[in-house]
């Protein structure tokens, strides 16, 4: 069975930082590409970033290019999002999600909270 | 980045049928399809079907995706109450190299 379970949310200062993990299991982890997604209370899904199986090529939104850093170790299972410079709205709940022609499989998601 | 335009909600009648849209461009609902993805509320997003209008192992027959041009469709047959969701549509946009998604489609089933 597909797993991924993230984790690092939490409450941090608006200019601050966190680092999100994302671990997987039930596959070859090391095979497919992987997502960052968020959602804002009450609002829709919104991309963040997309790094593929062997770390080759990464692309951001434009919300969170130069802000945010995606990146892997296979080695580990686990998919990781460096957060900097997080803004108010930035508050949502972050999803990992394994990338097969659409975001397949999704974690349950972890709170992200910016405020002063 | 602009995203894909989907109605914002639909009502539609136990065991009916509700088609739902998603209206991109020529970079990506035109030459990539969509995805579709069923969103309970308090609960991660499902996949119902990807790009190329398959669904994943465990999805209901009930749903089935198409498209025609630069809109895609999801269609649900036989509306049942656990349908109740929000639905959101995706795909790669390849001229701007993200992902893009529509706003969702609140389905009430009455």
């Known amino acids: 069975e597909v797993q991924l379970v993230e984790s690092g949310g939490g409450l941090v200062q608006p200019g601050g930082s966190l680092r999100l993990s994302c671990v997987a299991s039930?596959?070859?982890?090391?095979?497919?590409?992987m997502n960052w997604l968020r959602q804002a209370p009450g609002k829709g899904l919104e991309w963040l970033s997309y790094?593929?199986?062997?770390?080759?090529?990464?692309y951001y939104a434009d919300s969170v290019k130069g802000r945010f850093t995606i990146s892997r170790d296979n080695a580990k299972d686990s998919l990781y999002l460096q957060m900097n410079s997080l803004r108010v709205e930035d508050t949502a709940v972050y999803y990992c999600?394994?990338?097969?022609?659409?975001?397949?499989?999704w974690g349950q998601g972890t709170l992200v909270t910016v405020s002063s | 980045q602009a995203g894909l335009t989907q109605p914002p909600s639909v009502s539609k009648a136990l065991r009916q049928t509700a088609t739902l849209t998603c209206t991109g461009n020529?970079?990506?609902?035109?030459?990539?399809?969509a995805a579709w993805l069923q969103q309970h509320q308090g609960h991660p997003p499902k996949l119902l079907s990807d790009?190329?209008?398959n669904r994943p192992s465990g999805i209901s027959e009930r749903f089935s995706a198409s498209r025609s041009g630069n809109t895609a469709s999801l269609t649900i047959t036989g509306l049942q109450p656990e349908d109740e969701a929000d639905y959101y549509c995706?795909?790669?946009?390849?001229?701007?190299?993200?992902?893009?998604f529509g706003g969702g489609t609140k389905l009430t089933v009455l």
């Open positions: 999600a394994r990338d097969k022609k659409a975001p397949d499989y």
């Open positions: 039930g596959y070859s982890f090391s095979t497919y590409s």
């Open positions: 790094i593929t199986s062997s770390s080759s090529a990464i």
């Open positions: 020529s970079n990506n609902v035109g030459n990539q399809g």
């Open positions: 790009r190329n209008n």
């Open positions: 995706s795909t790669w946009d390849s001229s701007l190299s993200v992902r893009v």
